[in-house]
């Protein structure tokens, strides 16, 4: 019995090594995603921006093409004011003008938004792009740990797996059924017994108990807890406790 709780003693030490490469299994592929999208929206924020740019600028060279058409058109009107013959004639050509100078400060007042737009992109793409340069080592370097932990936690979640089998075949299947049923419910199936004191739930078992658990001839469990008991002097360096 004393091989039969060593064994479940190795084996528990497994389980919490498994337990915690099951976490990280769990865990990090989550936070990879979290540093990669990070990332990818600042990329993205800059790649937006960076298009606003380009079609503000050719919106604002349509305007200045539109200024410069419209200015050309008001110049020939005015022109012919010196050509025409009658009132009729003068009012219109006034009207015409006039329509002209709207249109021209119209676009004007377009082009001096987009003027605007283009100054505040240009301060957008400055501050992402800053972010940017110093978050994206930052990021890619977390990244980079990050999966070489996954990879390592992989590595030893099959290792240690391979080890609880080579274990488990040291086990009869009844103590395997007791020991999984108490790992289920309390994580730590195994714990010593230290002053008859289950270092499980710290609570007093009862004097024939602890008696019958320094025997070793049989698996004991904790009436209160219904942990699997070890003696404490026994294997002191190797049963957790809770």
């Known amino acids: 019995m ?9 084996l528990q030490e497994i ?29 993205q924020s800059l790649a937006q921006l960076q298009e606003e740019l380009k079609t503000s600028n050719t919106e604002r060279g349509k305007c200045e093409r539109g200024l410069e058409e419209n200015g050309e058109a008001i110049k020939k ?12 004639e003068y009012e219109a050509l006034e009207k015409e003008i006039a329509e002209a100078k709207k249109s021209g400060a119209s676009i004007e007042s ?76 309390n994580c730590v199936a195994v ?7 289950c270092q499980g739930c ?7 108990l602890y008696n019958e658990v320094l025997t070793k001839m049989r698996l004991h469990q904790c009436p209160n807890c219904n942990r699997i008991l070890f003696h404490y002097e026994e294997k002191e360096e190797q049963i957790a406790t809770a």
């Open 202 to 208: 710290y609570m007093n078992i009862p004097p024939q």
């Open 2 to 10: 004393r091989e039969v709780l060593n064994a479940l003693a190795k």
């Open 110 to 185: 377009e082009m001096l938004a987009h003027m605007e737009s283009i100054e505040s992109l240009q301060s957008k793409i400055e501050s992402v792009s800053e972010e940017l340069s110093v978050k994206e080592p930052e990021l890619k370097a977390k990244i980079e740990e990050l999966e070489g932990g996954l990879g390592e936690s992989k590595s030893e979640y099959e290792r240690g797996m391979v080890e609880k089998a080579k274990i488990a075949q040291r086990l009869s299947p009844a103590v395997l059924n007791v020991y999984e049923r108490v790992r289920s419910k």
């Open 77 to 88: 009107l005015e022109a012919r004011l010196f050509v025409i013959k009658t009132h009729r």
């Open 191 to 197: 714990v010593a017994v230290k002053g008859s004191v």
């Open 15 to 43: 389980d919490l090594g498994l337990r915690t490469h099951e976490e990280n299994l769990s865990t990090y592929p989550k936070e990879i995603d979290r540093h990669q999208k990070e990332l990818e929206q600042l990329e």
